[in-house]
C-alpha cells in the first residue's frame, strides 16, 4: 500500500463521497457513488456502501484498486 494520503477537513465532517471527489480519486458525484455502492470503498478497515457516511477525524478510508488510504485530520 502506498504512503497514506492526509485530508484536512473543516467542519464537523465530511461525507464520503465529496471526501472522494475532493481528494481527487473521483471527477464527479456519480462516478464516487458507483465506487462506493460496488464495494471498492473501506472506511476503518470495513467495506462502506453508504456514500452518505459522515466521516470524521480519525477515519481512514481505504481504496485497494487505487492503491491509496486518507486519513481525516
Given at each position: 500500500m502506498s504512503e497514506r494520503q492526509k485530508i484536512e477537513i473543516r467542519g464537523e465532517f465530511i461525507k464520503l463521497d465529496s471526501l472522494l471527489k475532493?481528494?481527487?480519486?473521483t471527477e464527479?458525484?456519480?462516478i464516487a457513488k458507483e465506487i462506493i455502492q460496488s464495494g471498492r470503498v473501506s472506511v476503518?478497515?470495513?467495506?462502506?456502501?453508504m456514500r452518505g457516511k459522515k466521516l470524521r477525524s480519525g477515519d481512514v478510508?481505504?481504496?485497494?484498486?487505487?492503491?491509496a488510504e486518507i486519513e481525516i485530520i
Open positions: 475532493f481528494a481527487g480519486f464527479t458525484g456519480g476503518n478497515g470495513e467495506v462502506c456502501l478510508v481505504s481504496i485497494p484498486e487505487a492503491d
